[in-house]
């Protein structure tokens, strides 16, 4: 063939396989009606446990989850160190009040704190009286937090930081809204800040405003130092610092294990921005924070190694420490060069689970908490299984973690789905992002991997790509495809996050994400509502079920599950139609006679939109979330409608189980979650 007509065919091929691509289920609605069968047998013989863990959560330090999100701190660049060590530096956003001839600002390496020796000078030229008067209000310094601080009418807030002067001072700390009003403040006069002196002071709001700022000012000629200027709410978390109500949403997720502190931000573009657990903890003022060079932004490290550990355990949750095991995205550590990185994270380890007189374990008491904290998954390094070093560095950790703690399961970048692992491992990790047909079908993935050696931890999964939107419909029934097929695998796959778990809309590095915030508000995308109806899955049983369905598009997963609240027992059938077509799906249960199955209490869950492409958003968070009806005359045959491009969950309340919070009439309202 001609060259000109071989392009001609390639061209035509491929616009035929971009058609064909864009013609699949991608929203459009056809009017038939397909009949499919579900069976499942309730005898749970033999029974299949579904791991406790199985669905938990990916956090990573991306999008501003932590700093600015997660991590309550109000104030960014808290220590005047994210411009770098040496001076003069960029402050930003610290903002000065006042021009050249009021007030003059810079930083020089004057801090108390050796790990952060950048401070803030500010030389006030301006006085109360005299020929250079202060404007109204004073001049100095202002911080806007990140996208501004939320500040809430009512609600307490803590201001610490440290001062130095030559002159006694007189201050005020206030926080401003954004059409300049004062929402709180507080006077400090002191005469004994020749030394650096901390100060701290408790700020009730009298006002509310999402956008506020800090700022510290003045209107006495002096001259100035600050460092490490701290506001956090009093309400966060049990105190520990977390905003309550980006808590609140993984906590309602019920997770079985979180990871943490990443991702690609594990590894770093370079070692020397990489996360380092050890320059995390300790007092807060004294961390020297660090350039999160992947997804380019300054953490101040508030959110440390003892603060993941501390949420996991808030969470009431198993933590997964991912360790960079001297391996950033651009470096690899020689063999020969790596014992002390070993050690680290052998120190690391001791922090976390050592006895608190053990030396490690002792800084973890100074830091409030002597018992231990239950960690137990060690995964070394993210995504580097083929690099050069990895298998080096990989047994070198290994051996190292399991001569020291034989029982913690260690976790190893490389793929054991497709072939047999060339070293030992207690799990592989596994991350998937791809288009919604292919996360689809991905369900059937586990299908036929070995069931002898290590399980998977798919620890991220995602569809992207234009057709996922900023987290919409689609994206989430697709990965409940997937996620049926882990579930159905779950002899092979022992755990599953999605990711990324947070973005704050002001900084979107990744799109799309499970959760969206801003300062003051939050929502989760369809991907984090899907996961709600995995939520029961982790511990329960997995029941037979049999498909029969004239589509590919249809994927259904059944298990036994126990309400530990209620203490009542439930069948619960999920099933996903990716497709355009609504289908009967006729349900029938064997293994149950009708009578074991209380229709008051079992209910119809459903998730989907008019729009695949629907999205939630702050003006409509729960536009595609799940709606609960009641299941009127339940028994063990039924037949359901299943909307097109639909996720349902089907509840069968076992019967000898009492309904304790049923309407007074003992049938639910329809009712959204
Ligand atoms: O989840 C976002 C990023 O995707 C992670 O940091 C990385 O592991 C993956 O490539």
């Not at 052998?346 to 830091?367: Q, Y």
């Not at 590095?509 to 899955?537: C, E």
């Amino acid at each position: 063939m001609e060259p000109k007509y071989a392009a001609c065919v390639v061209l035509a091929f491929s616009l035929m396989v971009i058609i064909t691509y864009y013609l699949q289920p991608h929203g459009v609605v056809a009017d038939a009606t397909q009949t499919a069968s579900l069976s499942l047998n309730a005898s749970q013989s033999p029974a299949k446990k579904i791991p406790e863990r199985m669905f938990g959560l990916a956090f990573e330090e991306i999008n501003h989850s932590g700093a600015g999100g997660l991590w309550a701190e109000l104030v960014s660049n808290r220590g005047f160190e994210a411009g770098g060590p040496n001076t003069p530096s960029n402050i930003s956003p610290w903002t000065i009040i006042g021009n050249e001839t009021s007030i003059l600002v810079s930083t020089d390496r004057s801090s108390c704190f050796d790990k952060n020796k950048v401070a803030l000078q500010m030389e006030v030229l301006c006085d109360v009286d005299g020929d250079n008067i202060c404007p109204t209000g004073g001049v100095g310094v202002y911080n806007p937090g990140y996208w501004g601080m939320n500040i809430e009418k009512g609600k307490r807030y803590r201001v610490a930081f440290y001062v130095r002067s030559l002159q006694p001072i007189e201050m005020s700390v206030s926080f401003i809204g954004s059409k300049e009003q004062k929402l709180a403040t507080y006077d400090i006069k002191d005469d004994d800040v020749a030394e650096w002196k901390k100060m701290e002071m408790v700020l009730e709001a009298y006002g509310s405003d999402a956008n506020s700022r800090l700022q510290l000012t003045t209107s006495k000629s002096s001259t100035i130092w600050l460092d490490q200027v701290s506001a956090l709410p009093l309400d966060t978390h049990n105190g520990h610092g977390f905003r309550q109500d980006l808590f609140n949403m993984l906590a309602a997720l019920k997770p079985g294990f979180i990871r943490f502190p990443g991702g690609s931000y594990v590894e770093g573009g370079r070692l020397m921005n990489a996360f380092r657990w050890r320059e995390t903890i300790g007092a807060w003022e004294e961390r020297p924070g660090h350039f999160n060079d992947v997804w380019q932004y300054w953490t101040d490290d508030g959110l440390g190694y003892f603060e993941y550990l501390q949420l996991a355990e808030d969470l009431g949750t198993s933590p997964i420490w991912v360790v960079n095991i001297g391996i950033s995205r651009n470096e690899q550590v020689d063999n020969s060069l790596l014992m002390p990185f070993v050690q680290d994270t052998l120190d690391a380890i001791e922090f976390a689970r050592g006895d608190a007189s053990s030396t490690m374990g002792s800084a973890r008491a100074a830091m409030g908490h002597p018992e231990p904290f239950d960690l137990q998954y060690v995964a070394a390094g993210n995504q580097d299984c083929w690099k050069k070093n990895y298998r080096g560095s990989y047994m070198k950790f290994y051996n190292a973690i399991k001569e020291a703690y034989p029982d913690i399961k260690i976790i190893t970048n490389c793929d054991a789905s497709a072939a047999v692992l060339d070293h030992p491992a207690d799990l592989y990790d596994y991350h998937v992002y791809t288009n919604a047909n292919s996360m689809f079908s991905m369900a059937h993935n586990f299908d036929h991997t070995s069931r002898n050696g290590p399980k998977a931890f798919v620890s991220e999964y995602a569809v992207t790509g234009g057709e996922a939107g900023r987290g919409n419909m689609l994206k989430a029934l697709a990965e409940a495809g997937f996620l049926i097929g882990l579930e159905r695998n779950s002899d092979a796959v022992e755990m599953a996050s999605s990711a990324p778990l947070f973005v704050n809309v002001n900084d979107q590095r990744f799109n799309p994400d499970a959760i969206v915030f801003d300062s003051s508000k939050v929502y989760g995308t369809p991907t984090y509502w899907m996961q709600h109806l995995f939520k029961a899955s982790n511990g329960a049983t997995l029941l037979d079920s049999t498909l029969q369905s004239p589509s590919s598009s249809l994927t259904a997963s059944a298990i036994s599950w126990t309400d530990a609240d209620s203490g009542r027992s439930y069948i619960r059938v999920k099933v996903v139609n990716f497709g355009g077509n609504r289908v009967n799906l006729k349900l029938s249960v064997e293994g149950l006679d009708n009578r074991s199955i209380e229709s008051a209490g079992s209910t119809l869950t459903t998730l989907t939109s008019t729009n695949v492409k629907d999205e939630n958003s702050f003006k409509e968070p729960k536009k595609v979330s799940p709606v609960i009806n009641a299941l009127k005359n339940a028994s063990n045959k039924m037949t359901f409608v299943i909307p097109p491009y639909s996720f349902i969950s089907i509840d069968l309340l076992r019967k000898s189980h009492v309904i304790q919070d049923a309407g007074s009439n003992g049938v639910y309202e329809s009712r959204v979650i």
